[in-house]
Each structure stands twice: as structure tokens, then as C-alpha cells.
């Protein structure tokens, strides 16, 4: 508090003059973003306190900051956190998978099993900085008896997989993975992003982990980059601290952003699920479509699992087709002619969007393996938006007229 303030030098007052004002018995209906590094206290024993733990309170933005707790309440309290877990607010769903492979306690000589499906950034992140580390990655299919057997004789001390995975939209049996991991002593991280908790919440499952790309359905409107990970109690201590140490932390303008995306989630995320169902069964009996993946029609692998797991009607907003006999140039002709469907890459927003995963999230896969995982030439991904559904299906039809 400084005292007599008016009588202060002009620069005085220009840093001092109108700030630190304090509420006058009113609340701000929508958190407010704190934009600020730091927070003041009359006293430095109030500090210290904080900082010891023995009372709640804000002192550096990079440890927490009054915006981000916010939505961390929020998302915690959204994927139903059993209580003592933590949630952290991050710079990028990249950072989140990063503080959780840390948190997990991955270190030289871990073995790390990895879903054979997951975003191709993911992958290269295992192989170019968890291998640095001298951890030992394998890839393993969750998605088959066999291929967990083989998983459990590597013995991971972690294990990371997407609960909807991109971009073939794999549902892993969970029930029987998660018990297979608990009897292993498997870490287990669910990158829960194209899910949301709206479908799926993994902590329920018995996950340790769950990672988000705040960028994709909770932001919801491509106008953020984000993550969020919860930790179960057990993991909550070095989540927080390896979250203060790494500092890859969300700014509060983001995580208002994200705290305001979460309020329509249900919304958007129901008319996203309806139109990626109306989509792909417009697109299943298209002439000039060979396959599509979406785990809401019936020919897809995982249907029943889906039903069984997945909480919604539908089952998420994301699809992805397989076009007749095109290569890369007519792929490239349906992409540039489409109107609606924005080129980004990205997913979960309120416009629908389209990418090809071949040249975005698995380019740094070689042929060779995005062949492996079906990822093929002729693959495209589609992000059905809030659109009216009927001009969805028009773009589509126009664009694939044009091959
Ligand atoms: C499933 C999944 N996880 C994580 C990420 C990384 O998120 P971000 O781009 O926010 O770092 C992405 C990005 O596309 C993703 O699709």
C-alpha cells in the first residue's frame, strides 16, 4: 500500500496510479484474466506461507495463476477428477504429453509402450526426445489380444495411448487394458483430445494420466493453443512441481479463452457428433468414396466397442475417407475444391475442417510405416463443424464432382 500516492512524481504515479484496487463486495460474474506475474500481499510472511504450503494464495504466474486455476477446476471437474488429483493448465497439448511422460516418472532406462496410432507428432516426439533420454519405445496394438500380449513381455513402465485415436478413430478395449496395466504396474496416459470428456473419461477407467490439446474442442473456435493434464493423486506432487519447473504454462488470456470455450462444449461438441455421423454415412455410400472411418457407422472395427464405451449418441466429430483410386494430385484437386471445409490443421473447431494426414500430423512418418498403420494416399480427415449439415454435404458433393 502506498501511502499519499497524489503527492508522488509523475513517473511515480504513472507505474503506481489506479492498480492493486481491491474488490468492493463484488464478483465478477466470468473470471477475469489475470494478467499479471506476480501477486502482492501486505505482508511477507503471507508469502512465505504460501510458498511453504500452509495457505492458499497466488505469488508467480509460472506456479499458478488465479485464471488458469480457474479452468483447471473446470476441466478437472469435467473429466471427474477423483479428489488429490491435479490439474495443470499448459502451453500446447505437446507440453502436457511432455510433463506427463516426466510426471510418469520416465526416465534413462524406461521402457515406454506406445499405441501404434498415435498423432504422428507424438511419435516423433518418443523417438527424437524420450529415446534421448534413454528411454526405450516400443509400439505396440492395444487394439488386439495379441498385440497387448506382446506389449506386457516388453514390460513398459508407461504406457500412452489416444482414446479415440487419430486419424482412424480407434477405440482400444479399455475395461481390459487398464486392468492388464494395473497388474503390471503400467503407467498409463490417455490422450482423451478427440474424445473430451464428454465421450470419455479416462481417470474413470483407471488411468493415471490424461493428457488434452485445449487448442482442439475445449477452445473450440481455432483461436488458441492449449493443453491441460490431470494427474492422479499419486502423480500430483511432481506434476505441480515439474509444471513449475518445465514452465511451459498456459497464458491467462488463453486459459480464459479455454475456461469460455468449456461453457458450450456440450453444445457444440453434440451438433459436431451429428453432423460427423450425417457425414459419414452421406460419405459410405458415395460413389466416389472407398472407405470410411468413423466409429458411429457399423463397418467400422471398432463399432461395438464404441457403443459400449463411448457415452454419447455419436461418436465424436471427427471422420476420415479413403477416396477411390486417388493418389496425391486428386487429393490435393478435392482438398482446393472444397469451400467449407477450411485446409487447417487442426480439428475440433466450429468450422469444419480438412487435412491430409499423409502431408500434416503423419508427414514425418516414412511411406512405409504410414502405409503400416493405413494412413495411405488416398486418406483425407475431416473435422465436421457447427455448420448447417446439408451444406456440408454440398461442398462434398461439389468437390467430389470435380474428380
Ligand atoms: C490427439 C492429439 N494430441 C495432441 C496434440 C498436440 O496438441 P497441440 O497442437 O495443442 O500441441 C494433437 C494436435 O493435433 C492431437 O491431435
Known amino acids: 500500500m502506498i501511502r499519499n500516492l497524489a503527492s508522488k512524481h509523475f513517473s511515480t504515479r504513472a507505474v503506481h496510479a489506479g492498480e492493486r484496487q481491491r474488490p468492493d463486495g463484488f464478483v465478477p460474474m466470468s473470471t477475469p484474466i489475470y494478467s499479471s506475474s506476480t501477486f502482492i500481499y501486505d505482508h511477507l510472511a503471507e508469502i512465505d506461507a504460501i ?47 511432455l ?14 509402450a506406445a499405441s501404434q496410432d498415435l498423432y504422428g507428432v507424438t511419435t516423433k516426439f518418443l523417438l527424437e526426445v524420450a529415446a534421448r533420454w534413454g528411454a526405450e519405445i516400443q509400439f505396440v496394438d492395444v487394439f488386439s489380444i495379441a498385440g497387448r500380449d506382446e506389449m506386457w513381455k516388453f514390460k513398459p513402465n508407461a504406457l500412452i495411448v489416444e482414446s479415440l485415436t487419430n486419424p482412424l478413430l480407434r477405440v482400444a478395449d479399455f475395461p481390459a487394458l487398464m486392468g492388464e496395466a494395473r497388474a503390471h504396474k503400467t503407467r498409463v496416459i490417455v490422450d482423451n483430445t478427440f474424445a473430451t470428456p464428454l465421450l470419455f473419461q479416462p481417470l474413470k477407467h483407471g488411468a493415471d494420466f490424461v493428457v488434452h490439446s485445449a487448442t482442439k474442442y475445449f477452445g473450440g473456435h481455432g483461436d488458441l493453443t492449449g493443453g491441460v493434464l490431470i494427474a492422479r493423486e499419486e502423480f500430483a506432487t511432481e ?9 511451459a504454462v498456459l497464458g491467462p488470456f488463453e486459459a480464459w479463452l479455454t475456461l469460455r470455450g468449456l461453457k458450450t462444449l456440450p453444445l457444440r461438441f453434440a451438433r459436431h457428433c451429428e453432423n460427423a455421423q450425417a457425414l459419414a454415412e452421406f460419405l459410405s455410400s458415395h460413389p466416389r468414396i472407398e472407405q470410411v472411418f468413423y466409429p458411429g457407422l457399423p463397418s467400422h472395427v471398432d463399432h461395438v466397442l464404441a457403443g459400449k464405451l463411448l457415452g454419447g449418441p455419436n461418436a465424436g466429430g471427427v471422420l476420415s475417407a479413403k477416396i477411390r483410386g486417388a493418389g496425391r494430385e486428386e487429393v490435393f484437386r478435392f482438398v482446393d475444391s472444397l469451400e467449407l471445409f477450411l485446409k487447417a490443421t487442426s480439428l475440433g473447431d466450429v468450422q469444419s475442417l480438412v487435412l491430409y494426414p499423409a502431408i500434416s500430423s503423419h508427414r514425418d512418418l516414412s511411406p512405409k510405416q504410414r502405409e503400416r498403420l493405413g494412413i495411405t494416399d488416398n486418406l483425407v480427415r475431416l473435422s465436421a463443424g457447427i455448420e448447417h449439415v446439408d451444406d456440408l454435404k454440398a461442398d462434398l458433393e461439389q468437390a467430389l464432382a470435380k474428380l
Do not use: Q, W
Request: no cysteine.
Open 51 to 97: 510458498s511453504a504450503g500452509e495457505r492458499t494464495g497466488f505469488t508467480y504466474s509460472r506456479h499458478a495463476n488465479p485464471t488458469n486455476a480457474a479452468l483447471e477446476e473446470a476441466v478437472a471437474s469435467l473429466e471427474s477428477a477423483p479428489a488429490g488429483s491435479v490439474a495443470v493448465s499448459l502451453a500446447s497439448g505437446m507440453s502436457a504429453i
Open 99 to 112: 510433463l506427463a511422460l516426466l510426471a510418469a516418472g520416465v526416465e534413462h532406462g524406461s521402457k515406454i
Open 239 to 247: 506434476t505441480r512441481s515439474f509444471s513449475r519447473l518445465v514452465g
